[in-house]
């Protein structure tokens, strides 16, 4: 349907423009953590899905080893491995190189758009569509972002210190918002991540304690039991 | 090649496989219930820590700072729904009004 098609196109590079604001605070964060600009233009351009970036830094910027940063960007990236197959029926790649191509552009905002579509055909548009107007503006606004913060002064950089935990904030803010799936357990185990890193802080190199957060969600994400009646 | 090179290189091509499985492998191997519960609820564990080790931590200790406002100042805005750019700026700025006061 064409009324359809039309939205979806606006829609989706709608939402292209939108994460592109993220792809300026990604390209600043690694600018703050250390990292050079091919290095940040890298990853937006090869490891491509947000959360995994900015833990990637954040890691490496808290003084994290190189394999501490690996690990945690691994763990968040498995999230595309549900989406992949949730989306592989709908998009149906024929051949291997266009499987090999299709997947890099699975993420959280292509999935949301093509499942949200109202069929098959509108769904493999709004991942086409999403997938090409956030990957040109997350790799745009990368490059803004990490040479506009470059050659900052002191106050400039206590600004961006204090952005960076607040990105991640708004990373995880829509998780324990009403609404969500299990709200209350996703903040039982947002509590328990924060709480678990924090302790291991002093004992554990730095960048450790992100991946041992893991274990809050074998700690506090157990689903509530069901009282037999 | 430095380690950071690396990390960026190890991390890019194990994310980009990460996605590539999902496309490749039965349903049926990602879709037991234990491996759902854990990527439904891995991200907030780890996004969380990572919220408190930037806002919160310098190397192995424990700090308090300007972080902490802009974390606060980020947290009021997102209960009021503003929109992600605003958030960032009003941490930002909570930032550096703190270093500005304190130095």
């Given at each position: 349907m064409p009324v359809d098609r039309a939205r979806t196109v606006r829609d989706s590079m709608g939402l292209g423009l939108a994460v592109g604001l993220y792809g300026v605070a990604f390209g600043a964060s690694a600018d703050a953590a250390g990292l050079d600009a091919w290095q940040a233009m890298v990853l937006s351009a090869l490891m491509f899905t947000g959360a995994s970036q900015f833990a990637m830094v954040g890691v490496l910027g808290a003084g994290g080893s190189p394999a501490a940063a690996v690990g945690s960007a691994l763990l968040l990236g498995t999230r595309n491995t549900v989406y992949g197959v949730r989306m592989a029926p709908l998009l149906a790649p024929r051949g291997a190189l266009r499987r090999a191509g299709a997947a890099h552009w699975v993420i959280d905002e292509t999935t949301a758009m093509a499942v949200a579509a109202p069929d098959r055909e509108t769904g493999r548009l709004a991942f086409w569509v999403t997938g090409a107007s956030i990957y040109l503006g997350w790799n745009v606004m990368t490059l803004v972002g990490v040479l506009g913060a470059s050659g900052l002064g002191g106050t400039a950089s206590a600004a961006l210190d204090s952005v960076v935990p607040a990105a991640f904030l708004a990373l995880l803010w829509p998780r324990l918002?009403?609404?969500?799936?299990?709200h209350t357990v996703q903040r039982r185990v947002a509590v328990g991540g924060a709480v678990v890193a924090l302790a291991l802080t002093p004992f554990?190199?730095?960048?450790?304690q992100v991946i041992a957060a893991a274990v809050a969600v074998a700690l506090a994400g157990r689903p509530r039991r069901q009282v037999a009646a | 090649m430095s380690a950071v090179w690396t990390a960026v290189v190890v991390g890019s091509v194990g994310c980009y496989l990460l996605k590539l499985a999902g496309l490749s492998v039965p349903a049926a191997w990602v879709e037991q219930p234990w491996v759902a519960r854990v990527v439904d609820f891995v991200p907030a564990a780890l996004l969380a820590a990572l919220v408190a080790v930037q806002g919160l931590t310098s190397g192995n200790e424990l700090v308090v700072d300007g972080r902490l406002a802009g974390l606060a100042v980020a947290a009021l805005a997102l209960a009021l729904r503003a929109p992600f750019i605003v958030v960032l700026v009003l941490a930002g700025a909570a930032g550096a009004g703190v270093h500005l006061v304190t130095t």
């Open positions: 918002r009403r609404g969500f799936a299990e554990v190199p730095a960048g450790v | -």
